[in-house]
Each structure stands twice: as structure tokens, then as C-alpha cells.
T-cell receptor, first 114, second 113 residues
Framework: DQQVKQNSPSLSVQEGRISILNCDYTNSMFDYFLWYKKYPAEGPTFLISISSIKDKNEDGRFTVFLNKSAKHLSLHIVPSQPGDSAVYFCAANFPQGGSEKLVFGKGTKLTVNP | EPEVTQTPSHQVTQMGQEVILRCVPISNHLYFYWYRQILGQKVEFLVSFYNNEISEKSEIFDDQFSVERPDGSNFTLKIRSTKLEDSAMYFC???????????FGDGTRLSIL
């Protein structure tokens, strides 16, 4: 089941620079998209979400962009900080279509170097 | 900040035994979920629960699994007769509406021997 794909298993950036994490999806029914951050031995922590009626949502240093025609979303972190080092998961569902079930990507491990 | 709490953090059980994983969702949330993550694999949906009944379940959630909200605060996942392949991290989540973010607990690591 590859409905949500994160093709980069890892990403390394310098502190203060931009981190861009990418996610592709195949199911056109998805209408809600989320990013989660996960530290070892903890559960996924919700970061930011976007509904399919928007193409951008911003919260502080975090911005999510949605390109529906390309079935692609990205998370931008500016500026990146060492504390942002974690695994980032993209997830999607279609609550308006009757399913709250989140489908997750495999995750991208972000390392922010001081 | 309100959070989802799960107990125990680690459960070791003999194959064939019953296990109950416990969760206390965020207090004003109405939708409850269980997910699992087998080592090295994706987080997978198991079941969603609303208004005291299952609203959706995956193919994984067979007759060996059941969920219950025994009182106003707890939400449990029972595995009746555990198998080796049930070894995984089990995450509980809750949300205040179906189109709102799901908030996760820190998980229970289930090890079947």
C-alpha cells in the first residue's frame, strides 16, 4: 500500500537554513493532509495540517504547501534548528468522504547540524 | 497542554495469551483510534471508534481484536490470543472531530514471546 510516499528516507541541513520535506500521494480522495514529528520512544506529535481547499498553511516556522494537480505536498521549516532533528511523517485521510483513517508515509529523518 | 496517555509503556506477553492495552484520550475528544507500527514499517491504522461503536476498521483488525470504552475516560484495545506477529508499537490517538488533527500517545511496546 503506497498511497502516501516519502521518497527521501533522510535529509541533513545546517542550522538556520531551510528544510524542505516532500510527500506524494496517489489517492485523489484524500482531502486532509497532516505532518507529524516523531522523536525516538515517543508518539507522533502533530505539527501542521492543510485541507484540500487550500494550497498553503503557515504556523510560525512551519509552512505546508499542497499541489493537488501534482498530488504533492511539502513541509518547509525556516529557519531550521537542532531541536527539529526528528523523523517527519506525512499523513492523509478523507474525513469529508467518510474516512478518518490516517494513511502514513514511511517518514523522513531530518538532521539539523549546528 | 492536554495529552493522550497510554499504559503500560512496555508489555511482554507469552504467545496465545490475552493482552489489554490502555489509553486515556484527551478529555473533550469524541473520536478515538488505534494504530500500530511494526519495527521498520509504516504506522498502520487499526480501528476508529465514535459514539460507543466502531466506525471504521482495517483488515488487520480481525476477530482477535476488540476495543472498548469501559467508562468516561479509558479506551482499551484487547488482543484475545496474541501471535508473534502482533509484536509492535501500539499507538492510541484521539481527535475532537473527524476533520481535526489526531493527537497520539507515546505508545505501548508489545513484545510477544
Amino acid at each position: 500500500d503506497q498511497q502516501v510516499k516519502q521518497n527521501s528516507p533522510s535529509l541533513s541541513v545546517q542550522e538556520g537554513r531551510i528544510s524542505i520535506l516532500n510527500c506524494d500521494y496517489t489517492n485523489s480522495m484524500f482531502d486532509y493532509f497532516l505532518w507529524y514529528k516523531k522523536y525516538p520512544a515517543e508518539g507522533p506529535t502533530f505539527l501542521i495540517s492543510i485541507s484540500s481547499i487550500k494550497d498553503k498553511n503557515e504556523d510560525g516556522r512551519f509552512t505546508v504547501f499542497l499541489n493537488k494537480s501534482a498530488k504533492h505536498l511539502s513541509l518547509h521549516i525556516v529557519p531550521s534548528q537542532p531541536g527539529d532533528s526528528a523523523v517527519y511523517f506525512c499523513a492523509a485521510n478523507f474525513p469529508q468522504g467518510g474516512s478518518e483513517k490516517l494513511v502514513f508515509g514511511k517518514g523522513t529523518k531530518l538532521t539539523v547540524n549546528p | 497542554e492536554p495529552e493522550v496517555t497510554q499504559t503500560p509503556s512496555h508489555q511482554v506477553t507469552q504467545m496465545g495469551q490475552e493482552v489489554i492495552l490502555r489509553c486515556v484520550p484527551i478529555s473533550n475528544h469524541l473520536y478515538f483510534y488505534w494504530y500500530r507500527q511494526i519495527l521498520g514499517q509504516k504506522v498502520e491504522f487499526l480501528v476508529s471508534f465514535y459514539n460507543n461503536e466502531i466506525s471504521e476498521k482495517s483488515e488487520i483488525f480481525d476477530d482477535q481484536f476488540s476495543v472498548e470504552r469501559p467508562d468516561g475516560s479509558n479506551f482499551t484495545l484487547k488482543i484475545r490470543s496474541t501471535k508473534l506477529e502482533d509484536s509492535a508499537m501500539y499507538f492510541c490517538a484521539s481527535s475532537d472531530d473527524r476533520d481535526q488533527p489526531q493527537h497520539f500517545g507515546d505508545g505501548t511496546r508489545l513484545s510477544i514471546l
